[in-house]
């Protein structure tokens, strides 16, 4: 096993898995040039990487003992131990670099079976694309014991961002959770009110400028809410629980009128009309983060 190879100074490496994803880590890898092994079930997805100087294994035992360094992206973590128990033997002294997406008790319990086969892991997220891959754009978090993450670091980095979030194997898989949150509220958010406007005649483009700033507005109150939420106080500074349940309930008088699906508007006017009932009706509308510490009622 090559710690360095002589003629690039950089760590030989694998990559396990060729969909979208792993073929641009792979690709990213070979930009940096990183000696790069390359395997999947379907070999044609690898011949363009070969093409580009990637070593092509025949098999998967081949691929993990390329080099110290292996990462695996495949569609779930089942995936995962169906590739590498049949060669877990050989995965002893390498480094694991997981960037499946999947939970974080799929994470935990990965990372179990990875260190009772002698190997170190590292858990990840990929927090892009994968044409961002390789550039300023792309962020990946990582999780595991901080020697690995240090001794691999500059190989990762060919990724994109490197960010290093705990110990705790399972925290990329929750931050990777907690932005999709954010994503896809946002997103019902703009496709709700595009829909209310489209009942009047009026195209979602005509709305998208509009919808553009109100999310940037809404970003730069983020930081402020964050400090809220860690200190448990709630001061209100753009406008209060009670000021917002009222529009609230003027969106969802007009997705009613105009006969379109209520129940986004619904669950919002729910959690805030929670949070009045609990003495948040004066406090900013970060309050209403403690409806969401605890399951519905």
Same mark, same amino acid.
């Given at each position: 096993?090559?710690?360095?190879?002589?003629?690039?100074?950089?760590?030989?490496?694998?990559?396990?898995?060729?969909?979208?994803?792993?073929?641009?880590?792979?690709?990213?890898?070979?930009?940096?040039?990183?000696?790069?092994?390359?395997?999947?079930?379907?070999?044609?997805?690898?011949?363009?990487?070969?093409?580009?100087?990637?070593?092509?294994?025949?098999?998967?035992?081949?691929?993990?003992?390329?080099?110290?360094?292996?990462?695996?992206?495949?569609?779930?973590?089942?995936?995962?131990?169906?590739?590498?128990?049949?060669?877990?033997?050989?995965?002893?002294?390498?480094?694991?670099?997981?960037?499946?997406?999947?939970?974080?008790?799929?994470?935990?319990?990965?990372?179990?079976?990875?260190?009772?086969?002698?190997?170190?892991?590292?858990?990840?997220?990929?927090?892009?694309?994968?044409?961002?891959?390789?550039?300023?754009?792309?962020?990946?978090?990582?999780?595991?014991?901080?020697?690995?993450?240090?001794?691999?670091?500059? /190989?990762?980095? #060919? &990724?994109?961002? $490197?960010?290093?979030? @705990?110990?705790? +194997? %399972?925290?990329?898989? *929750?931050?990777? =959770? /907690?932005?999709? #949150? &954010?994503?896809? $509220?946002?997103?019902? @958010?703009?496709? +709700? %009110?595009?829909?209310? *406007?489209?009942? =009047?005649?009026?195209?979602?483009?005509?709305?998208?400028?509009?919808?553009?700033?109100?999310?940037?507005?809404?970003?730069?109150?983020?930081?402020?809410?964050?400090?809220?939420?860690?200190?448990?106080?709630?001061?209100?500074?753009?406008?209060?629980?009670?000021?917002?349940?009222?529009?609230?309930?003027?969106?969802?008088?007009?997705?009613?009128?105009?006969?379109?699906?209520?129940?986004?508007?619904?669950?919002?006017?729910?959690?805030?009309?929670?949070?009045?009932?609990?003495?948040?009706?004066?406090?900013?509308?970060?309050?209403?983060?403690?409806?969401?510490?605890?399951?519905?009622?």
């Amino acid at each position: 096993m090559r710690d360095l190879d002589t003629d690039t100074g950089r760590v030989p490496l694998s990559v396990l898995g060729l969909g979208l994803m792993g073929q641009a880590l792979a690709a990213a890898f070979l930009g940096r040039g990183h000696p790069t092994t390359v395997w999947n079930r379907t070999r044609a997805k690898a011949e363009p990487l070969a093409a580009q100087g990637a070593q092509l294994a025949w098999t998967v035992r081949d691929a993990v003992t390329a080099g110290p360094l292996v990462v695996i992206c495949v569609s779930d973590y089942d995936t995962v131990r169906d590739i590498l128990e049949p060669v877990s033997r050989d995965l002893s002294g390498r480094t694991l670099v997981n960037l499946t997406s999947g939970t974080s008790q799929a994470a935990r319990e990965t990372a179990q079976w990875v260190t009772h086969q002698g190997a170190v892991y590292l858990d990840g997220a990929i927090m892009a694309v994968p044409p961002a891959i390789g550039t300023a754009n792309a962020t990946v978090l990582y999780s595991g014991p901080t020697t690995a993450f240090d001794r691999h670091q500059q /190989a990762l980095s #060919s &990724l994109g961002s $490197s960010v290093y979030v @705990g110990a705790d +194997h %399972g925290l990329p898989s *929750l931050f990777d =959770a /907690a932005a999709l #949150s &954010l994503v896809w $509220s946002t997103l019902n @958010g703009f496709l +709700h %009110g595009a829909a209310l *406007l489209g009942k =009047a005649g009026i195209p979602a483009t005509a709305f998208a400028r509009l919808a553009k700033t109100g999310i940037e507005t809404v970003a730069d109150w983020v930081p402020g809410y964050a400090q809220q939420i860690d200190d448990g106080t709630y001061p209100a500074t753009e406008s209060t629980v009670n000021t917002n349940l009222t529009g609230m309930k003027h969106l969802l008088h007009e997705s009613h009128a105009a006969d379109i699906n209520t129940e986004l508007p619904q669950l919002l006017t729910t959690l805030a009309e929670r949070a009045v009932a609990k003495g948040h009706g004066n406090n900013s509308y970060a309050a209403i983060t403690e409806q969401l510490r605890h399951p519905s009622p």
